[in-house]
């Protein structure tokens, strides 16, 4: 479902003018009613709350909800909440939640970024609303006290070894585990996708909101699903934004095995980039797509024998450290100069390599707790054979070469210890019909293979446009203007496609 490293932590169109548009069922009206917020959910006191770069009417608050749902009138955590409010009560229509990414993404930060594009788009037919899950920013957060040298990007997305051994990982994996029972209590305990779902529909009660709409993005739309699933009488207009496999078997583990194919789905996208004659001498890698392709592949295997130093004198460029700037580069297409730059200073023995700063720092404990906490707590049946996971690891690695086994590679999560794991909830056709999706055809981080599995399931509870693009992100992502003007008029009217459709990119 961000920064770097949060956009890439789990890692979670159509032809214009020829689209006919139908009242999807089940959508409420225009100015859907306020309803009272009950005693269950405590009323919430707006503050101004201006963040650079953001809207100058953006209000924050916090919203109490419980530790467990079990026991709601036991403990309770802090959730913060943020909103810019419809400034024209006759246009306005409802609530938009913005659910973030991650697991481990800010929805406050993320209405910041986004607030502008979307009053552009949507005028004042929504309050816009979003929340920072549980262990994220401004809400209550837990710690597992890892230590420094295993918070570093290329730790916590648990790279096999240099030659494809798993025995650092595993060993990193235990003591991760270990750190989080001993340390993260009764909060990490809590932090999964279903208590997210919990305190979203806390949040439309002390919204007074009967129903809301949704604008889910990444790991964002599993919880959306989730949502769905658990309240179904509570959704507007819900927009699924870069899709993930909602296999209730697997959940995250099988998001990051699909990360493989998607990586070699997206990366002909930059290979055609850098070997076209336009980039020119500081950009070009190579006089055709193969052969940066080769180049890369050949660079990653150098590196695994010998990192090389780079302009941080504390660090080195190694082949995992390469692999996963090609990961966070494939993002977005507006990343492919600085990735160039850095394959070029690798590959130049005069070079020297500028890591992003994301890699040259230890992250935040509490935001490494949170993404490990939320993925290994959804699932319990994560596999716990070495050996299972060293030979998933060899055969990704010759088929995939591009990710070096990443997706098959043993996580914390085989030795997770929680005993209040819940069964994951499984996403049927049963519910509205008040969905679109949206999905770029080459996303290297929720791949359109995968969303296409969540589309079978949704049934005709569905639509789906595919936007003929690469990168994670379609809806005012890519800059597709076919997507975003569907996306855009379902939320406004109602309306969507009457069939799955496609967008030229």
Known sequence: MVNHYKAAALTLSFVTGVTTLTGATGVAGANTPRAPAGASAPALVWK??????????????????????????????????????????????????????GPGSSGVQRLTEQAAALRQQLGDAYDLVSLDPR?????????????????YLTAVRFWPDADGSIKESAERS?????????????????????????????????????????????????????????????????????????????????????????VEDRFPDFAAWASDPARGAELRLGESPEEVRKLVIDLMARLDRQPKPTADPKLKLTGNALRQS????????????????????????????????????PLPD?????????????????????????????????????????????????FWKNDQREEPTRITSDGPSNILMIQNRRDPATPHFGALELRRV???????????????????????ACGDRTVTEFLKTGKR?????????
Request: charge should be positive; glycine fraction near 10%.
């Open 48 to 101: 101004a709350c201006t963040k650079p770069g953001g809207p100058a009417t953006q209000e924050c608050a916090s919203l109490e909800v419980p530790l467990d749902y079990r026991d709601p009138g036991g403990p309770k955590v802090s959730v913060a909440v943020s909103r810019v409010r419809s400034e024209d009560p006759g246009e306005r229509r409802g609530t938009l939640l913005i659910v973030p990414g």
């Open 135 to 151: 262990g994220v920013g401004g809400s209550t957060k837990a710690g597992c006290g890892l230590p420094e040298e295993d918070r």
């Open 174 to 262: 235990r003591r991760t585990a270990e750190l989080c029972a001993r340390n993260g209590g009764a909060v990490l305990r809590s932090l999964s996708t279903a208590n997210e779902a919990r305190d979203i529909d806390r949040l439309r009660q002390a919204l007074g909101e009967r129903k809301l709409s949704f604008w889910a993005s990444s790991y964002g739309v599993y919880v959306t699903a989730v949502y769905e699933q658990k309240f179904p009488r509570r959704s507007d207009r819900v927009v699924l934004d870069s899709n993930g496999d909602p296999d209730h078997r697997k959940v995250a583990r099988g998001w990051l095995a699909n990360q493989a194919r998607a």
């Open 326 to 361: 090609v990961l966070d580069g494939l993002y977005d297409d507006a990343r492919f100069p600085g990735l160039a730059k850095l394959i070029k200073a690798a590959h130049d023995p005069a070079g020297v390599p500028v890591l992003d700063p994301v890699q040259t720092q």
């Open 366 to 414: 509490a935001d490494v707790t949170v993404t490990i906490s939320v993925v290994c707590n959804d699932v319990s049946n994560w596999p716990t054979s070495l050996a299972g996971y060293q030979r998933a690891v060899t055969a990704d690695r010759a088929r995939y070469p591009l990710t070096g086994g990443l997706p098959q590679n043993i996580t914390p999560c085989a």
């Open 458 to 480: 949704l049934g005709d509870r569905a639509r789906m446009v595919t936007v003929e693009s690469g990168g994670h992100r379609a809806y005012l992502g890519t800059g597709n």
């Open 497 to 505: 496609p009457e069939r799955d459709v496609s967008c030229p990119g």
